[in-house]
């Protein structure tokens, strides 16, 4: 598995929604601006998360988008998915012939664990998760004081 530009900026797009949807819709321009992403790239992330069903929009000058659920509610599992696809770390697709008893062994003992723990990582975490861990970090550097 090697994470991709889509899942990685996808993921961020979607922790400053969570930070400034509190209120009211955000414009993709707001979100793409503070993270440094394109807008037109935003729009294909945004797509894919809108047809999943994590997000919302509504069109227009107040429009923008908000997320579905709570934060608490969306994993960083389900974003990835999403945007990603399947997160295993081995294709077994382009093995047309089957395994043979070596790489079967390989496939149960290692790829199979490996595959486990990333799923439950990823999905062990969600947006409020990584709000609330952003707005530790940031109030970490407000703390500090100059003479």
Known sequence: MNMLTKGRYGLRAMVDLALKSVTDHVPLKSIAESQNIS??????????????????????????????????????????????????????????????????????????????????????VTLEDLVSEYKRMENIGAEMYYI
Do not use: M
């Open 39 to 124: 807008e037109g790239y935003l729009e294909h992330v945004f797509s894919a998360l809108k047809k999943a069903g994590l997000v919302k929009s509504i069109k227009g000058p107040q429009g923008g988008y908000i997320l579905v659920d709570r934060p608490s509610q969306i994993t960083v599992g389900a974003i990835l998915r999403v945007l990603e696809g399947d997160l295993s770390i081995v294709d077994d697709r382009n093995n047309p012939h089957g395994d043979n008893v070596i790489e079967s062994c390989i496939k149960f003992h290692v790829w199979k664990k490996i595959d486990e723990s990333i799923n439950s990582i990823v999905d062990g």
